[in-house]
Nanobody, 127 residues
Framework: QVQLVESGGGLVQAGDSLRLSCAAP????????MGWVRQPPGKEREFVAG????????DYLDSVKGRFTISRDNAKNTVSLQMNSLKPEDTAVYYC????????????????????WGQGTQVTVSS
């Protein structure tokens, strides 16, 4: 498992931008795909975005395509989620997660495919 620590959440207005970051100080970070999962208030967690170990492939929830961008810096052991044109329905606790399998060639969308999780960071978008 990989230790993960998120940062960058906050309260913003609709249309604003936020950048979430996830630090993974473990030495095996660059072996694993990484994902962002969110839990809106009163709802179940949902996959938001993922990026494979090399950074060469990404995948997104349909409702965030074109607005959110996931990226990683394997030299710094960090993964980020740039969120633009935020909407009130993006309000959620956002979690960073690491894939349970090293070198998976595609992004896993199922939450049971991730076995390391951060503590979560709150994103609130007001209308």
């Amino acid at each position: 498992q990989v230790q993960l620590v998120e940062s960058g959440g906050g309260l913003v207005q609709a249309g604003d931008s936020l950048r979430l970051s996830c630090a993974a100080p473990g030495r095996a970070f660059n072996h694993y795909a990484m994902g962002w999962v969110r839990q809106p208030p009163g709802k179940e967690r949902e996959f938001v975005a993922g990026i494979i170990w090399s950074g060469s492939a990404t995948d997104y929830l349909d409702s965030v395509k074109g607005r959110f961008t996931i990226s990683r810096d394997n030299a710094k052991n960090t993964v980020s989620l740039q969120m633009n044109s935020l909407k009130p329905e993006d309000t959620a606790v956002y979690y960073c997660a690491a894939d349970r399998w090293a070198y998976r060639p595609a992004v896993a969308r199922g939450q049971n495919e991730y076995d390391s999780w951060g503590q979560g960071t709150q994103v609130t978008v007001s209308s």
